[in-house]
């Protein structure tokens, strides 16, 4: 019972993970196309975007019956999120505590938990 509910996970993990990497791809290459802004400001995130995706599959190929497959596949969308919101012009600090807490929320990792929750309180 544990196994399935695992593999089902993690499919709804990958599933998630590409479905948004889709969106996020869609969207910096329309910022390439129609913004004034610096090209490797698109350039940059959709390299690491392309990397994180294929790393994921590869994953999600290899161990979809484990744990650290879902666990792995947060932390890629979790990089892949934080490097799109590192090169945008956004001047603001809330979107960059979307990653953590879509990382956080998604692996639950004991020590992961404790650091969050420690750096969310000193800022």
């Known amino acids: 019972m544990r196994e399935r509910l695992i593999e089902r996970t993690n499919k709804l993990m ?72 590192l090169t945008t012009t956004s001047n603001t600090t809330y979107p960059y505590y979307i990653p953590f807490l879509i990382a956080l929320v998604i692996s639950l990792d004991r020590k992961f938990v404790k650091v969050m929750s420690l750096l969310f309180l000193a800022t």
Not at 44 to 67: G, H
């Open 14 to 85: 990958i599933l998630g993970a590409l479905t948004t990497g889709a969106f996020m791809l869609f969207g910096l290459l329309s910022q390439l196309k129609l913004s004034g802004l610096n090209p490797m400001l698109s350039i940059i995130p959709m390299i690491v975007l392309i990397i994180c995706m294929v790393l994921a599959i590869v994953m999600y190929a290899k161990d979809r019956r484990s744990e650290k497959c879902y666990k792995f596949i947060s932390q890629i969308v979790f990089l892949s999120y934080l490097v799109a919101l």
